[in-house]
Each structure stands twice: as structure tokens, then as C-alpha cells.
């Protein structure tokens, strides 16, 4: 069974920057697509980057391009989101997911809250 735990959320000013850990257990993940998604109140979730596993291949989001970075550590089975130049429209509840390669997102982590002010 696929688990996912996220930490590093927090409260940061405008223009600061914090890094989201997302640690994986479960499976080997090495066919696995992982992503980050955020929520924020009153919207729908939406993703903001994801990364696949093996090769380490990116998306991104427009609204993070230049300002976030997707990364991921395999030998600690860990995937990172390095958010810099931060904004208050990034404050959400951040979500680690991830799916087989050809999947769905079915697995996911409780969520971490970050809360950007200005």
C-alpha cells in the first residue's frame, strides 16, 4: 500500500520561500508518475507540478513556472517542492499524489498547509 506524508508547510511572508517534502513508501516507484497539487478555500484542486520518477521529467503549472522547482531524491524515496518568491495566491493546502505510469491520481498524502501574507 502506497503512502504518502507530506511536511514543510508553514506561514511565510510575500517574496519568502519554503520547500514541501513529500516521503513515499509503499511500492518500488520507479513507474510511477508523482505530483504536487494545492488547494485553496473555495477552489478546486489544481496541480502544480509533477515529476516522473524514473527519468525525472517535469511539469509545471503557468501560474509557478520560474518560482517553483519539482525534484526528487530516490534513493530517499522522497520528492521535494522548492517554492520561492512566494505569493499570497499560493496560500493552499498542498497535496503530494501519485499514480502508475498510464493511471489515474489515486494515491494521496493529508495535505500541508502553507499561508503566504503580504
Known amino acids: 500500500q502506497v503512502q504518502l506524508v507530506e511536511s514543510g508547510g508553514g506561514l511565510v511572508q510575500a517574496g519568502g520561500s519554503l520547500r514541501l517534502s513529500c516521503a513515499a513508501s509503499g511500492r518500488t516507484f520507479s513507474s510511477y508518475v508523482m505530483g504536487w497539487f494545492r488547494q485553496a478555500p473555495g477552489k478546486e484542486r489544481e496541480a502544480v507540478a509533477t515529476?516522473?520518477?524514473?527519468?525525472?521529467?517535469?511539469t509545471y503549472a503557468d501560474s509557478v513556472k520560474g518560482r517553483f522547482t519539482i525534484s526528487r531524491d530516490n534513493a530517499k524515496n522522497t520528492m521535494y517542492l522548492q517554492m520561492n518568491s512566494l505569493k499570497p495566491e499560493d496560500t493552499a493546502v498542498y497535496y503530494c499524489a501519485a499514480h502508475r505510469i498510464g493511471g489515474s491520481w489515486k494515491e494521496w498524502g493529508q495535505g500541508t498547509q502553507v499561508t503566504v501574507s503580504s
Open positions: 515529476i516522473t520518477w524514473s527519468r525525472g521529467s517535469t
